[in-house]
């Protein structure tokens, strides 16, 4: 069975310092990924996707990059945190076109 | 631009009756919706999916209905259980899209009383 894992867990940062997130699933080749993130009260922003390794699309302008170094790591990254960066860090997985499967999540706290 | 939308920001229902959430859209390119629970400091996980083909599909205690011609899709659960407490969001995505992106609603907190 397919199962995908997040960490940390969660994650307190000072403003201006770097962050790598790392996700990787397990039980399936060449899936779909995904990094959403949830800010407080909100539903879920699609931040990146990528199809394959090294291919990645990015849905909004920000702070933020995403990596696939290999076919079933997906890493998000950032250079300098600002404050707006806090939030819930989703990662999931698809086969193509079909439902997703989220990780467990990261609470990001930038303070 | 938000193309999904939960306009019931939250819900209470009484245990053992049904709870009827909403979901409406506005691109009539989408043709695959998802229905995802999601509980506090949790990944959402996948309860529901229903085609454009369909107009219902059913699974267990929960049913989805779709409405093409309005561009509104509603998850029932029935009965409601106090495990069904948690916060619920559709998504939907286009036949075009072949990447599997979905837009997500801003979800639906259901709380089932006792």
């Known amino acids: 069975s397919q199962t995908i894992h997040q960490w940390p867990a969660t994650l307190v940062q000072p403003v201006g310092s770097p962050l790598s997130l790392e996700c990787t699933v397990e039980?399936?080749?060449?899936?779909?990924l995904y990094w959403y993130r949830q800010a407080a009260g909100r539903g879920l922003q699609l931040l990146f996707y990528s199809v394959g390794i090294g291919q990645i699309s990015s849905e909004v302008p920000q702070n933020l990059s995403a990596s696939r170094p290999q076919d079933r790591q997906f890493i998000l990254s950032s250079k300098k945190l600002l404050l707006s960066d806090s939030g819930f860090y989703l990662c999931?997985?698809?086969?193509?076109?079909?439902?997703?499967?989220f990780g467990p999540g990261t609470r990001l706290t930038v303070t | 631009d938000q193309q999904v939308k939960q306009n019931s920001p939250s819900l209470s229902v009484q245990e053992g009756r049904i709870s009827i959430l909403n979901c409406d859209y506005t691109?009539?390119?989408?043709?695959?919706f998802l229905w995802y629970k999601k509980y506090p400091a949790e990944g959402p996980t996948f309860l529901i999916s229903i085609s454009s083909i369909k107009d219902k599909n059913e699974d267990g205690r929960f049913t989805v209905f779709l409405n093409k011609s309005a561009k509104h899709l509603s998850l029932h659960i029935v009965p409601s259980q106090p495990g069904d407490s948690a916060v619920y969001f559709c998504?939907?995505?286009?036949?075009?899209?072949?990447?599997?992106?979905?837009?997500f609603g801003a979800g639906t907190q259901v709380v089932v009383t006792p």
């Open positions: 039980g399936t080749s060449n899936p779909n």
């Open positions: 998504a939907a995505s286009g036949r075009e899209n072949s990447w599997g992106k979905f837009q």
């Open positions: 691109n009539s390119m989408f043709d695959y």
């Open positions: 999931a997985w698809s086969v193509r076109g079909t439902e997703q499967y």
